[in-house]
């Protein structure tokens, strides 16, 4: 069955520093999907980054980088730079499905505090 | 802002009733996903709509029913309502399905008391 586990209940860090955050998956498909997602406190999910299972560069989006590695089935989120808006919980999930329908499953999340 | 609408922000009501959540998609996204987030289940996805016709169905109890209506805004009804329904619930949508980032609203929180 495919999964999701995210082992960093709470990560800490000060301002300017980088951050990774884990996440490893199950999952025997050969094609996936990969995304991180952002839950302030206020409760909105902010969509980060994505990575697909065949892309061959780690993907990057401003500050955010996936370090990906296929073989260890894992897919970690570095946040570079922390601000205090970055406190925050953070979701990895992975697709399951295909062109018909499809669902993201979801970890248990990691909160993350940034102070100064 | 996602694009993603979806009313209301609160519910309150009573055990044994019945409520209805609804979600406007944004503009051109045909997908139409619900998923529920509580403290103990954590984020589960609940069903997917794609063009009105249901594409994939996850952890949705048969209390709980869905659909999507032809100018593609989705309902959830959730009905005989527990204790444990309470959470948020959220919509999101995307252009197909599938390999691109979903887009979420802002949540729905129910409370049943």
């Known amino acids: 069955a495919q999964k999701i586990t995210q082992t960093q209940p709470g990560m800490f860090v000060q301002e300017k520093e980088a951050v990774t955050l884990d996440c490893t998956y199950d999952t025997s498909d050969q094609s996936y999907g990969l995304f991180w997602y952002k839950q302030p406190s206020s409760g909105e999910m902010i969509f980060l980054i994505y990575q697909g299972s065949y892309d061959e560069q780690n993907a990057t989006e401003g500050r955010y980088s996936l370090n990906f590695q296929k073989a260890r089935k894992s897919a970690n989120l570095v946040i570079s730079a922390s601000q205090l808006g970055d406190s925050a919980m953070y979701f990895c999930a992975m697709e399951r499905g295909n062109q018909a329908g499809t669902a993201l499953i979801f970890g248990k999340g990691t909160t993350l505090s940034v102070s100064s | 802002d996602s694009g993603v609408t979806q009313t209301p922000k609160h519910l309150i009501t009573a055990t044994g009733q019945r409520v209805t959540l609804r979600c406007s998609p944004r503009?051109?996204?045909?997908?139409v996903y619900w998923y529920q987030q509580s403290l103990d289940q954590g984020l589960q996805f609940l069903i997917q709509?794609?063009?009105?016709?249901?594409?994939a169905k996850g952890n949705i109890l048969e209390r709980f029913s869905a659909q999507q209506f032809p100018d593609l805004h989705s309902e959830l009804n959730l009905s005989s309502l527990e204790l444990g329904d309470s959470a948020l619930y959220f919509c999101a949508s995307s252009l197909h399905t599938g390999g691109r980032p979903l887009h979420f609203g802002n949540g729905t929180r129910l409370t049943v008391t």
């Open positions: 709509y794609y063009n009105g016709e249901e594409r």
């Open positions: 503009s051109g996204d045909l997908s």
